[in-house]
């Protein structure tokens, strides 16, 4: 069964840092861009971040300078270092990987942050 499960999420002060993670099974996600999404209540989900297989990144603005994508290949896993964190970045995180044929979701994680 080809899963991704997001991992991390939880409460922290405004100011304060987590680390996400997408443990990717089931299938070799090496060759799949990724991405971060996230959804905050009464909002569309919105693009956070994707990384392409070599390693570039790119960010929305609204987080740029703050937050960190990475990826272990060998771990088939993505991550989402994340700091400065505002009230505002709290939502649903998601992960999200393009394969050649379809994309996958993981079930996200919740990130609030408290003012």
């Known amino acids: 069964q080809v899963q991704l499960v997001e991992s991390g999420g939880g409460l922290v002060q405004a100011g304060g840092s987590l680390r996400l993670s997408c443990a990717a099974s089931g299938r070799d996600f090496s060759n799949d861009v990724m991405r971060w999404y996230r959804q905050a209540p009464g909002k569309q989900r919105e693009f956070v971040a994707f990384?392409?297989?070599?390693?570039?990144?790119n960010y929305a603005d609204s987080v740029k300078g703050r937050f960190t994508i990475s990826r272990d290949n060998a771990k088939n896993t993505m991550y989402l270092q994340m700091n400065s964190l505002k009230p505002e970045d709290t939502a649903v995180y998601y992960c999200h990987a393009q394969g050649s044929r379809r994309v996958y979701w993981g079930q996200g994680t919740q990130v609030t942050v408290s003012s």
């Open positions: 990384i392409t297989t070599g390693g570039s990144t």
